[in-house]
């Protein structure tokens, strides 16, 4: 008889290791390993390839959800049989957003189900009332139990199915809710019925407050696609991010406001970003930031003032801190702007944070009318990497963030001096370091 084949997953990281060992050789978890059967060689034998050319090509088009930035975010929709994560922290708006793509789809005449296994089937309803969303035929199951929850999904095989979430559904027989292997073993089944049955899934996952996917990430290869779903808390924009994408290019963004009636789809962010701008005061500037591949405008605001404490305060907010410091020492050692003895607070408005060093010139042209005291004039924007020498360098894909500032109207940009030639209805004002950046503002 043929030896039965195991291999040994570890339930912290999830890899494997051939044979058992008190510390798992990947992620170095004590006593994390547990043995696990592996299935058996099929009994037929060789598999027969087929011949690619022969293999049909249709099927897998997208179906629109209805909810604009989701279609957009998505290239189109929702591919029956794809299984799509939804990760972000807890009370971002996950539930809310699929809520609505349910509601939405279910209104459209599809068969949808909704495996809950956080809220009560009452609480679900509430929500939906209140964010009048039209639950139409749309079946509910609360639940926690995985086995139980796939069997329903098997039994009624819906068009689509959402499962909140994948941390808080269980199998009993594998431990506790919440594990890497119970997380693993649902969006596996989940998977499973996506693919024999037809069914767009979207899989809800949780993640901590420092951006890890704890859990989620061990499902990033199993999933079709995967969205990050963020935004600050205390605002109301929320930022849907396609960071991996089987069916369409990954890199594309959804923006939502959260409001009283649920997530509203933004289709002009940079209207909506710019909003409450108030031109003509010193310390703000508009930077054109490139969130995936759609140009955004977002106001950078900078304030400056003298310290009462014996080390000044800096603060950053939705701008990468390091940066920031880097800026303060390239204004004093090269711009002539010296902000030792000054309290300074730099952010990037309505709760985005911009990771960019393309926002780099931006921040410092902020900073420096901030400290001048000279507003930045209104058609104004600034694009461009700082070095630590003072120097502006080039950034990616200037032209598409140049004609986005354009259709806002904004009429002249700070470049860097290698920019290529400005889209139609801008000009491009060549800087080739920041003190040159800093001189027309003066
Ligand atoms: P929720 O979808 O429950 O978050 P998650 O599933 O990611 O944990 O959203 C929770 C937050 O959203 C909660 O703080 C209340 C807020 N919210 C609104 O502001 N407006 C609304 O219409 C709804 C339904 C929720
Ligand atoms: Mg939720």
């Known amino acids: 008889m043929a030896r039965e084949r195991t291999t040994h997953r570890c339930e912290q990281c999830g890899s494997h290791a051939p044979r058992w060992t008190g510390r798992c050789p990947h992620c170095g978890a004590w006593n994390a390993l547990r043995e696990e059967r592996l299935s058996p060689p099929p009994p037929g034998g060789m598999p027969e390839p087929v011949v690619l050319a022969a293999v049909g090509a249709q099927g897998g088009d997208p179906r629109p959800t209805g909810i604009g930035e989701l279609d957009r975010a998505l290239g189109g929709g929702l591919v029956p049989g794809s299984v799509t994560l939804v990760a972000g922290e807890p009370g971002i708006g ?26 009560s089937a009452e609480q679900i309803r509430r929500r939906a009332d209140r964010i009048g969303a039209p639950v139409g035929q749309m079946s509910l199951l609360a639940t926690t139990s995985l086995t139980g ?19 808080t559904l269980a199998d009993p027989a594998l431990g506790a809710a919440g594990s890497v292997a119970q997380v693993r073993a649902c969006a596996e089944a989940f998977v499973a019925l996506a693919k024999q049955h037809d069914i767009a899934t979207l899989l809800v996952g949780h993640v901590t407050k420092e951006g890890t996917l704890a859990g989620p990430r061990v499902l990033e290869h199993l999933v079709d696609t995967v969205c990050s779903f963020e935004g600050d808390r205390h605002h109301a924009v929320r930022v849907l991010a396609v960071v991996k994408h089987r069916f369409g290019p990954s890199g594309e963004l959804g923006v939502f406001a959260m409001g009283e009636r649920g997530l509203e789809s933004v289709a002009d962010a940079s209207a909506y970003m710019l909003a409450d701008r108030r031109p003509g005061a010193p310390g703000t500037i508009v930077a054109p930031v490139l969130e995936g591949r759609r140009p955004l405008l977002v106001e950078i605001q900078a304030l400056v003032a003298r310290s009462v404490l014996g080390t000044p305060r800096r603060v950053a907010q939705g701008i990468v801190p390091g940066r920031l410091a880097l800026l303060l020492a390239v204004l004093e050692r090269h711009a ?17 944070r911009v990771h960019e060093p393309a926002t780099d010139l931006a921040v410092g042209c902020a900073l420096a009318s901030a400290a001048l005291g000279i507003a930045v004039p209104d058609d104004l924007v600034a694009c461009g990497e700082v070095g630590l020498g003072g120097e ?41 370091d920041l003190a040159e950046a800093v001189a027309t503002l003066r």
């Open 392 to 432: 502006v360098r080039q950034v990616a894909h200037l032209e598409r963030r140049l004609a986005e500032a354009a259709r806002r109207g904004f009429r002249r940009a700070l470049v860097p001096c290698g920019a290529p030639t400005a889209p139609a209805g801008i000009e491009a004002v060549r800087v080739g």
């Open 336 to 352: 002539g702007c010296a902000l030792g003895t000054m309290d300074v607070f730099a952010s990037a408005v309505g709760g985005v």
């Open 94 to 119: 996950k539930s809310t957003l699929l809520l609505q793509v349910a509601a939405a789809l279910a209104a459209a005449g599809a068969r949808v189900l909704l495996v809950s296994a956080e809220e």
């Open 149 to 167: 929850a796939a069997a329903a999904v098997a039994h009624h095989r819906p068009e689509l199915v959402v499962v909140d979430s994948v941390q």
